[in-house]
């Protein structure tokens, strides 16, 4: 019979494997087992949702055999099993570890990141030069049998086999030099790597193990005594405890146990920043174990990634990803919810109004809020190693539902100080304010440097108060949705009141203005309706023009509506823009002379102001060339 290949992707992995020094062969039988009892779980899944499959929970288990002479490991369940079709597509390629950085481990041949992840199915060949796999699926009266023998690929053909499930037979390697593989086939080693990885599979784990005791043999010894003597025998033995890792003592579990267990389940391969782990009972009893992430999955921000926790009604997956028991703004949050309270067969509909999930829900929310808190407060490296990650979604959380979580998440946000260099809280930047200041100023660009050097900045500068700068889309929306903290109003720098000068101050300015009212009308007239207004700028001190607005729409909320995909440029709502001119600064009194002697110079110089301001500013200019011969008109 013909020999099937790997796809190439799982060729090169095998390879890899086979031919490298790899310091965790071990993880083979994790990796077995945890498909046998995922398989399992399948068929009491299948048993729970179509009532005309019977089975009886007490009978489903797993079972690991050595055979020393044939130089087997044998795992076996009597779960789903796999059909033809199951086996060509499932052992044929690596398709369900797939994450992107696993692919990029294959690629570089950095057998670290192979290391951490553990690799499903093919961990099989680690220790084997020949991997057996007799299967049935439920339900079904041919059983078939796939063989392999590394990278050269694979074969399928019908066998016997008495009941539905899965035989996984390892053929294990013979010892070299550098590696012992005959290790493996002692019984106390595989005991061992059983109670070390797989302890809380929740379907028992059988093996044939030798007892010993001092027995009495019938007869007496000389002094009178029953003569005993040390037998042994072979019994089946469950080795695993069953009790999930959430469901144990936290005293019992470490964190690196947490952390272990976390990067297995989810496939990640960097520890979490944080565990949490909830034992509520009252009301609605349910054990959590909650992993927030460093790394963002790669699809984390794309409509591919879906959020939710694993539920579980007392030990038995319910749902894989449980969207309602997860509050959306953490929906970064990895993890473990396990009810008793929540009925096994309930409807994915009838979730979303159950009350208990509700109260979960609630509850959650409040727990990791804490913890972040706790991480921001304790861990600072942490907490900006996971804001790095998921900041942007806590801004987008606090501008969901109107600001409907505004008040849950404004503490956790963080900008970029101008005065420190470095992010900062709101409450640190208030805590931070001198006597007197009583806003906070942000200044928004696309990036931080070009919002540290806009010339609105001058005077909030020169007072001596800080700024947080901003440099993401959802960044304005969040300070607009938020509009104060502690009292303290939001003010963008480019706005047109900063609420810098006194009383006194202003009647100053306002004269002032009064007084220079001929020529800023000269210039909103060459401008026309491009702005909204031509103002004397209170702000700039050693800077020209810039320009700021008027409203509630500020520039780089234009910029962003501009830049949504498919808007019609003519229905995006606009900033009303103000040109801001600095009286102090040499060209305003060359403008002044101007106008005087030669208006039609005046209007070009009016309108090359106007352009400077809105590249200051980041914005483009409609007719590039016009402007561009304007400027050298004027020379
Ligand atoms: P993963 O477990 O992450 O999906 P694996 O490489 O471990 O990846 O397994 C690949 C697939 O092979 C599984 O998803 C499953 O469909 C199938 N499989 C492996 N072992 C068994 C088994 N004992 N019973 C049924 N299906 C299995
Ligand atoms: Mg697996």
Redesign the pocket.
């Known amino acids: 019979m013909a020999k099937k290949q790997f796809k190439t992707e799982s060729k090169q992995l095998l390879n890899l494997m086979i031919n490298s020094i790899y310091t965790h062969r071990e993880i083979f039988l994790r990796?077995?087992i945890?498909?046998?009892s995922?398989?399992i779980d399948?068929l009491l899944y299948k048993s729970i949702t179509e009532p005309d499959v019977p089975v009886s929970r007490e009978d489903l288990k797993i079972s690991v055999s050595i055979d020393k002479d044939a130089r087997t490991i044998t795992?076996s369940?009597n779960?789903?099993?796999?059909s033809k079709e199951?086996l060509d597509?499932?052992?044929g390629v690596?398709?369900?570890?797939g994450s992107s950085e696993f692919k990029k481990g294959i690629e570089s041949n950095d057998v670290d990141i192979i290391g951490q992840f553990?690799?499903?199915?093919?961990?099989a060949f680690l220790v084997s030069d020949k991997v057996t796999?007799r299967?049935k699926a439920y339900g079904s009266d041919q059983a078939y049998q796939w063989t392999s023998e590394g990278s050269d690929g694979y074969s399928i053909k019908e066998c016997e086999k008495d009941s539905w499930?899965?035989d996984?037979i390892m053929h294990i390697r013979e010892d070299n030099e550098e590696e012992d593989y005959s290790e493996y086939l002692s019984s106390y080693m595989i005991e061992d790597l059983i109670k070390k990885y797989s302890d809380y599979v929740r379907w028992p784990i059988h093996m044939m193990l030798e007892k010993g005791a001092m027995e009495e043999t019938g007869e007496k010894d000389e002094n009178g005594e029953p003569k005993k003597e040390w037998r042994t025998h072979v019994e089946d033995t469950v080795v695993n405890s069953m009790v999930p890792i959430w469901q144990r003592p936290k005293k019992d579990v470490s964190d690196d146990d947490c952390k272990a267990f976390y990067k297995e389940k989810f496939?990640d391969f960097e520890d979490p920043v944080s565990v949490i782990r909830v034992n509520a009972e009252g009301a609605v009893s349910y054990k959590a174990m909650l992993f927030v992430p460093k790394v963002a999955p790669y699809n984390f921000y794309s409509r591919d990634f879906e959020p939710g926790l694993q539920l579980y009604s007392s030990g038995v997956l319910i749902m894989d990803k449980c969207k309602d028991v997860l509050p959306d703004c953490f929906r970064f949050v990895r993890g473990i919810v396990d009810s008793p309270d929540i009925s096994l067969n309930i409807s994915r509909e009838m979730l979303q109004h159950d009350r208990q999930l509700q109260m979960i829900k609630s509850n959650l929310e409040k727990k990791i809020k804490a913890e972040l808190s706790r991480l921001l407060k304790d861990d600072r490296e942490s907490y900006e190693a996971f804001y790095k990650s998921f900041g942007p979604q806590l801004k987008y959380g606090v501008v969901d539902g109107f600001g409907a979580n505004a008040e849950l998440l404004k503490d956790l946000i963080m900008l970029h100080s101008y005065d420190m260099d470095k992010l900062v809280t709101f409450k640190e930047y208030v805590e931070a304010m001198p006597n007197g200041q009583d806003r906070i100023y942000y200044a928004s660009a696309d990036s931080i440097a070009r919002a540290k050097q806009l010339p609105q900045n001058e005077q909030i500068r020169e007072k001596g108060y800080d700024i947080l700068l901003m440099s993401e889309e959802v960044d304005d929306f969040m300070i607009r949705t938020l509009r104060s903290y502690e009292e303290k109003q939001f003010c963008d720098v480019t706005g047109s009141d900063l609420g810098l000068e006194t009383e006194e101050e202003k009647k100053e300015s306002d004269a002032k203005e009064e007084s220079e009212k001929e020529t800023l009308d000269f210039i909103k007239d060459a401008l026309g309706d491009k702005v909204e207004k031509v103002r004397l700028s209170r702000k700039l001190k050693s800077h020209a023009v810039c320009l700021t607005t008027d409203g509630e729409i500020s520039l780089e909320m234009e910029k962003y509506f501009a830049s949504v995909p498919g808007t019609d440029m003519g229905d995006i709502p606009k900033a009303k823009r103000v040109l801001e001119i600095n009286a102090d600064h040499p060209i305003y009194q060359v403008l002044k002379d101007t106008i005087a002697n030669d208006k039609e110079k005046a209007k070009t110089m009016a309108e090359v102001m106007y352009g400077q301001a809105l590249l200051i500013a980041g914005m483009p200019i409609d007719d590039v060339l016009d402007y561009s011969d304007k400027v050298f008109g004027l020379f």
């Not at 779960?79 to 796999?82: K, L, N, S, V, Y």
């Not at 690596?94 to 570890?97: F, G, M």
């Open positions: 990796e077995i945890s498909n046998a995922d398989a399948k795992v369940d779960g789903i099993g796999m199951d597509t499932n052992l690596i398709a369900h570890s553990g690799v499903g199915f093919y961990s796999v299967t499930g899965t996984v496939h």
